[in-house]
């Protein structure tokens, strides 16, 4: 439990963090350390989510045109057995 101590300061017990600013502020900024490297991640997972719906997109087309001349394979070649 928190302890009024006579000097007007608050004592934390060890098991609970101190209540002191400095530690408090301390606290608040490796927090907002964690916060910033998280939206830097989330950014670089947001472009390589962007890359790979490019690369997807492209594999699709190259897809579609493999398959057009896949087609176009077996109809010259139905028609040379003809």
């Known amino acids: ?6 000097n007007g300061r608050v004592e934390a017990p060890g098991n609970l963090p101190s209540l002191d600013i ?13 916060i910033e490297n998280l939206k830097d991640i989330a950014a670089q997972l947001g472009g390589a989510q962007a890359t790979a719906a490019v ?6 087309t190259a897809a579609s045109e493999l ?12 028609t040379n057995k003809e």
């Open 55 to 60: 690369d997807l997109d492209s594999v699709k």
């Open 67 to 78: 398959g057009g001349q896949f087609a176009e394979f077996m109809v010259a070649n139905a």
């Open 22 to 34: 400095d530690y408090l502020t301390g606290l608040i900024d490796k927090q907002s350390e964690t």
């Open 1 to 6: 439990m928190y302890r009024l101590m006579d």
